[in-house]
């Protein structure tokens, strides 16, 4: 006997709130229950989404404890350092981390398993090999530049590096979790475990007497980044092992990676895009002003991650559906607009609303970049109205073009970085960044538009652009 919505207010409530409720909770029901492409798609946003929004409470969580044990310097120094790692640790996955996503599927539908198990054990060992070299690199630039770099960057940076490879392929497992809807071995790792054990290891070697400086910091994000990703490494060899007969494989290793590498583009620009603030700020500003503006940063996450949960839900169907009826795509990606923008916007509302007392838990210097939360957040929604539209365009075969939109989108928003931090302090970080989401939604939302004829935007009608 299965649980219904429904019919479960039907019993319970008066009929006149049942039958007003009826329709949403019929959605409900077919978001729950139903075994097509489309139910198994909102399972997994729905699944995203809850994880993303815990993932949300632990981050702050940890991130206040974080500051308050090391105070605004130390926490500052080990933001950029961390940061830094997390972009440079998915780049160094060259785009195979998403390029996974399109062909598993496709594979599978195909019934090219020797094509299949070619490119999980490719994927692995390419991911593994680059990132270990970047890894290598990184920390001799770090020590070359050492004297053109502030002294107490120097040591952090070069600890850092050592995380580059778990980190690479944690993002490379997690996609090869998302092409086979996993979501929980997809997102649980790096938004719920990781961040827990860093705080974890982090008072474990507080207590054990270390000093509460980025150092200490950075070690224990190392143990748990390590702990971490073997963990889920075994995990997900194991399923992939279940789904995966044993037999011949082939790789065609040019091909995945001539695929991959304008997803890497695409990859790179979004990262950068994302972060190029908090780094733009910790190369103008110190490292308090970079603590007080990543803070801020950090109480908008309840907002950015409603679309990340629809576009780690989706990214898979999207690569499915373009193989098949146009109007089915058109139809599922207009769905997926609304999915990302009506959260988002009431995410938006409760942030702003409770963005100040969040903000004082840091400490009370924190509370300045409260007033900035008022211009993010207007760029947060822009993207937010879009839906995620880079992921329709690389799993379509548009990738290329989004490289461009968001070449195009990050030159801007580095420009609009240099000329209004020097003038303006934080707030130009703000507008710098604000200002490039609006950009980058529209030229996205129109690519769209030019290459596949849908409108991806929330407020014109399906045919409205057309």
Partial sequence: MRFSAATT??????QRWALRMGPLLGRIDAMLFTADERGEASRMSVIAFSVRIVSAVIAFVSQVLMARWMGSFEYGIFVLVWVTMVIVGNLACLGFHTSVIRYIPEYRERGLMDELRGIVLASRLFVLIASTLIAGLGALGVWLAAPWIESYYVIPFILGVICLPMIAMSDLLSGLAR???WALFALSPTYLVRPVLILLFMALMLFAGYAPDARTAIFASIAATYVTTLGQLVGVTQRMERQIPAGPMKVHFAQWFIVSLPIFLVESFFFLLTNA????????MDPNDVAIYFATVKTLALVHFVYFAVKAGVAQRYAQFTHGDPQRLAAFARETVSWT???SLLMALLVLALGEPMLVLFGPEFTSGYPLLFLLVFGVVARAAVGPCESLLTMSGNQNICAAVYAMTLAFNIAL????????????????TAFAMIFEAGALSFTVWRKL??????????????
């Fill in 9 to 14: 207010a039907g019993r319970f409530l008066p």
């Fill in 179 to 181: 092409a086979n809807s």
């Fill in 277 to 284: 603030d908090v780094l733009m700020v910790g190369a103008y």
């Fill in 341 to 343: 923008f009506w959260p």
């Fill in 417 to 432: 970085n240099v000329l209004l931090i020097p003038m303006f302090g934080l707030w130009g970080a703000a507008m710098a």
């Fill in 453 to 466: 004829g849908i409108a991806m935007l929330i407020f014109v009608p399906a045919k409205g652009a057309a």
